[in-house]
């Protein structure tokens, strides 16, 4: 017998706690309806009159994709669950004209049956195709459910390699995952027309996504046309070298119209995103200009990565554009500036070097489709020296219409305001050269009159000697703990492997901890970690450097915001067609998200900041690598940050490209049963020098 579905569920999360609620009853088409429900006295008129008013609304609505992705969203986030789009829709419009007019409890009644009716519709539907006893089954209707199974896996195939098919192959490639991207790869080696095929299909599905019409398509239809792109996207990113090294490939890039297709979908201006607002959030998920570009770029070097057709190209003129007049063109046109396709862009007044390549890559450009031709007549950097001029008056700033820009202005001046981290970078003929590691005499020199005659272990600076475990690989996925055995914390999932647990005597790790004494005389405790071997720096540690007030609440203030956001940029690698971008949940839309991204990279820059008189050259790689990558600046440095809260990890190896950083903000120490403090809680573990650093409150390694 089925269990009962139970009458009640509690609403998940209360839909004023959502980013975007406030700005809901602003956006056309609700923003007219409801002024058209108010008018026309809805809220008192008859039942059919509304019902009338809603169906009208909701075929509004969902003729717009942008719209159910907000109600499915929203919906989603109020409830955990997620219905079809028209009781999703229905149940979006109903809550907003029930808020509007102050009827609060009715709307949350609305959510209620929602989630109510969505649980037991699922429910339902899993019990109808589940036999709980396992006793009446019947060999014919398993036979029937297995032939249904056979049909859908069959259609889904079809569907998938439709265009392959029309374009005359009658044998289909194998599915491209992650065990047969292999077994792909050599189905299309050495055979042209297979690779034809390929260009040919990749070339329609990014074709059918970006530049058609979908009006007429609803979300389904939607969604099902972005992920054949995607599917693109990732085959394309699957070829290897002995494919697209082949003249075969070549040809047949340039024969099937792909090369066109991509070069206009890397067009540089926003002109793609402007003018196709269906894929504004699929830019900021999939990069499509970066990823597609880098595949091109990776092809040849003559494949076109931008045709000029697509860029007007605007008359040479003696005027020239102003500070002044380009925020009036901001504040005219504030969605000139990309931030729903890249959120990261709200930093391009942050600093010249921010400005020069937002110039380049889609500022000038965009500003030339829209006919603005004084820009051809501009020095960017005049421009940017005059704007920062403009942004001073605080009249140009509160004149500004848009929260959202007025939100960017605000918090570049407050992060400009913030002390300026030198950057030094070494030029040579081969372009950027990194400085990974730093000799002991190359450090940075404290000369400390207060321990100069005290023992070498009490000094304030301290240089200790290390060696390289070399079997320290055999620690990857075990766990150092101070705890004692009965009180380990073990793993969630340890995907059914023994997991290894270690304590700081099994593998005589050396203890770093802070010595207040030494604090207390000379006013730091610095300890640096060089490698016996060679000479060169290899860690460090400093406790409490020096921080002033006003740095102190700036690190507060970001803490208290950042909760709901631990880090900008996701990590890459677990989806398909996936790149370097940022979380799905950011949204620089709205003045709230704008001001979160600003307060990582406040907190950025103040870490950097903080570091410099210790580890410039660590300071120096980080700013040097993201730059010579390329990756989107995080206020005004190119690198990335996350916060974490009672972080906890097996041993692992980063693949960084140089040393990181890392700070402990807070530190709240556990006490035993005797009311003895765990002074080593939440420790780092530098396994592969032996050494074990026991972290403070406002320390930097």
Same mark, same amino acid.
């Given at each position: 017998m089925a269990p009962e579905v139970e009458k009640h569920y509690t609403v998940v999360l209360s839909p004023q706690h959502h980013p975007e609620i406030t700005t809901f009853t602003t956006y056309e088409p609700l923003h007219r309806l409801l002024l058209e429900r108010k008018e026309t006295n809805l809220h008192c008129a008859s039942r059919r009159k509304i019902e009338a008013w809603e169906k009208k609304t909701i075929e509004v609505l969902l003729n717009r994709p942008v719209w159910v992705y907000t109600a499915r969203h929203l919906i989603l986030w109020c409830t955990g669950v997620e219905p079809d789009n028209y009781p999703t829709i229905k149940a979006f419009i109903q809550y907003i004209a029930l808020t509007t007019n102050g009827k609060m409890r009715e709307a949350y009644d609305i959510l209620d049956s929602v989630q109510v009716d969505t649980v037991k519709s699922q429910k339902d539907e899993l019990l109808g195709r589940v036999n709980l006893t396992g006793l009446e089954a019947d060999e014919d209707e398993d036979k029937d459910e297995n032939e249904d199974e056979d049909e859908d896996e069959e259609d889904h195939?079809?569907?998938?390699?439709?265009?392959?098919?029309?374009?005359?192959?009658?044998? %289909?490639?194998?599915?491209?995952? =992650?065990?047969? #991207?292999?077994?792909?790869?050599?189905?299309?080696?050495?055979?042209? /027309?297979?690779? !034809?095929?390929?260009?040919?299909?990749?070339?329609?599905?990014? *074709?059918?996504?970006?530049?058609?019409?979908?009006?007429?398509?609803?979300? /389904?239809?939607?969604?099902?046309?972005?992920?054949?792109?995607?599917?693109?996207?990732?085959a394309l990113q699957?070829?290897?070298?002995?494919?697209?090294?082949?003249?075969?490939?070549?040809?047949?890039?340039?024969?099937?119209?792909?090369?066109?297709?991509?070069?206009?979908?890397? @067009?540089?201006?926003? =002109?793609?995103?402007?003018?196709?607002?269906?894929?504004l959030l699929s830019f900021q998920y999939h990069c499509w200009r970066e990823t597609l570009g880098e595949v091109l770029a990776q092809w040849g070097p003559d494949f076109p990565i931008a045709p000029p057709s697509l860029i007007p190209q605007a008359l040479p003129s003696a005027d020239r554009l102003s500070g002044q007049q380009f925020l009036k063109i901001l504040n005219k046109f504030p969605y000139l500036i990309p931030r729903g396709a890249r959120p990261t862009c709200v930093f391009f007044l942050s600093s010249l070097d921010n400005f020069l390549e937002v110039w380049t890559s889609w500022l000038c450009p965009t500003l030339n489709c829209f006919g603005y031709k004084e820009v051809n007549s501009t020095n960017p950097k005049s421009l940017y020296q005059e704007v920062l001029k403009e942004m001073k008056s605080t009249d140009v700033v509160t004149n500004i219409k848009d929260n959202n820009l007025r939100a960017i202005l605000k918090e570049t001046m407050l992060l400009r305001n913030q002390s300026r981290v030198t950057q030094q970078v070494v030029a040579t003929e081969g372009g950027i050269k990194i400085q990974k590691?730093?000799? +002991?005499?190359?450090?940075?020199?404290?000369?400390?009159?207060?321990?100069?005659? *005290? /023992? *070498?272990?009490?000094?304030?600076?301290?240089?200790?000697? @290390? *060696?390289?475990?070399?079997? #320290? +690989?055999?620690?990857?996925?075990?766990?150092?703990?101070? =705890?004692?055995?009965?009180?380990?914390?073990?793993?969630?999932?340890?995907?059914? +492997?023994?997991?290894?647990?270690?304590? !700081?005597?099994?593998?005589k790790l050396m203890e770093i901890s802070h010595c207040p004494e030494v604090f207390a005389r000379c006013g730091r405790d610095?300890?640096?970690?060089?490698? +016996?071997?060679?000479?060169?720096?290899?860690?460090?540690?400093?406790? %409490?450097?020096? #921080?002033?007030?006003?740095?102190?609440?700036?690190?507060?203030?970001?803490?208290?915001? @950042?909760?709901?956001?631990?880090? #900008?940029?996701v990590a @890459?690698?677990?989806?398909?067609? /996936?790149?370097?971008?940022?979380? =799905?949940?950011?949204d620089a839309n709205h003045s709230l998200e704008v001001e979160l991204l600003f307060h990582h990279a406040k907190d950025t820059s103040t870490l950097l900041d903080l570091a410099f008189p210790y580890f410039p050259f660590v300071v120096h790689n980080l700013t040097d690598v993201g730059r010579t990558a390329g990756i989107d600046p995080l206020g005004k440095q190119e690198c990335n940050m996350y916060y974490c809260d009672s972080y906890t990890a097996p041993q692992h190896r980063d693949r960084d490209a140089t040393l990181s950083l890392c700070m402990q903000f807070q530190k709240v120490v556990g006490v035993a049963a005797d009311g003895t403090p765990h002074h080593d809680e939440f420790g780092f573990a530098f396994t592969q020098w032996g050494v074990w650093v026991q972290t403070d409150e406002d320390s930097i390694w």
């Open positions: 195939e079809v569907d998938n390699y439709a265009d392959v098919d029309n374009m005359g192959n009658a044998e %289909k490639p194998p599915l491209l995952t =992650a065990r047969m #991207v292999t077994a792909w790869r050599k189905w299309y080696c050495d055979l042209p /027309d297979r690779m !034809l095929s390929l260009c040919q299909w990749g070339a329609q599905s990014l *074709e059918h996504y970006f530049f058609s019409d979908f009006l007429w398509l609803d979300c /389904d239809e939607h969604h099902k046309v972005e992920w054949h792109a995607v599917e693109a996207l990732h699957s070829v290897d070298a002995i494919i697209w090294k082949s003249m075969s490939w070549q040809s047949a890039v340039q024969t099937s119209g792909l090369c066109e297709t991509i070069a206009k979908i890397c @067009v540089e201006s926003t =002109a793609v995103e402007l003018t196709h607002p269906h894929v590691a730093l000799q +002991k005499d190359q450090l940075p020199h404290f000369n400390c009159l207060n321990c100069k005659n *005290e /023992d *070498e272990s009490n000094h304030c600076v301290h240089y200790l000697e @290390v *060696e390289e475990d070399k079997k #320290v +690989k055999d620690l990857i996925g075990g766990i150092i703990t101070c =705890a004692d055995e009965d009180d380990v914390l073990l793993p969630k999932n340890s995907k059914g +492997k023994e997991t290894h647990i270690y304590s !700081l005597e099994d593998l610095v300890v640096y970690l060089i490698n +016996k071997e060679n000479n060169i720096c290899v860690g460090g540690i400093v406790y %409490k450097p020096k #921080v002033d007030a006003k740095t102190q609440n700036t690190l507060h203030q970001g803490h208290r915001i @950042v909760t709901s956001q631990k880090s #900008v940029k @890459v690698g677990r989806r398909s067609g /996936d790149a370097y971008a940022a979380y =799905a949940t950011i």
